[in-house]
């Protein structure tokens, strides 16, 4: 059984930045892919960015790209995602999500665990 646990979000103002982790653990959890996700309520589960399992290939959804980054470090078991230049709109809870496959997808379905989420709130 693979747990994610999510940390590191807060409030922080417009044009400010955060950085989210995810630790993993669990048998096997250097295989998987991972992925962080964001939702607000009443709406779907939203892809933000995603990792390879050897952090060979990322992936990230158009709203963040250039601001977002997401890494991982095999030796904390850690997955990252740095975010810069936050918006208003970047308002939610973020998600940590594992998938065992070796390649991240943006399809919430694919992802077999998730995280309690965690979030993050940028006022304007």
């Known amino acids: 059984q693979v747990q994610l646990v999510e940390s590191g979000g807060g409030l922080v103002q417009a044009g400010g930045s955060l950085s989210l982790s995810c630790v993993v653990s669990?048998?096997?959890?250097?295989?998987?892919?991972m992925g962080w996700f964001r939702q607000t309520p009443g709406k779907e589960r939203e892809f933000v960015a995603g990792?390879?399992?050897?952090?060979?290939?990322?992936d990230y959804a158009d709203s963040v790209k250039g601001r977002f980054t997401i890494s991982r470090e095999y030796n904390k078991n850690t997955v990252y995602l740095l975010m810069h230049i936050l918006k208003p709109e970047d308002t939610t809870l973020y998600y940590c999500?594992?998938?065992?496959?070796?390649?991240?997808?943006?399809?919430?379905?694919?992802?077999?665990?998730w995280g309690q989420g965690t979030q993050v709130t940028v006022s304007s």
């Open positions: 990792i390879s399992w050897n952090a060979g290939g990322t």
């Open positions: 669990g048998p096997t959890s250097r295989l998987y892919a």
């Open positions: 999500a594992a998938r065992g496959s070796l390649l991240p997808v943006r399809e919430p379905s694919a992802y077999d665990y």
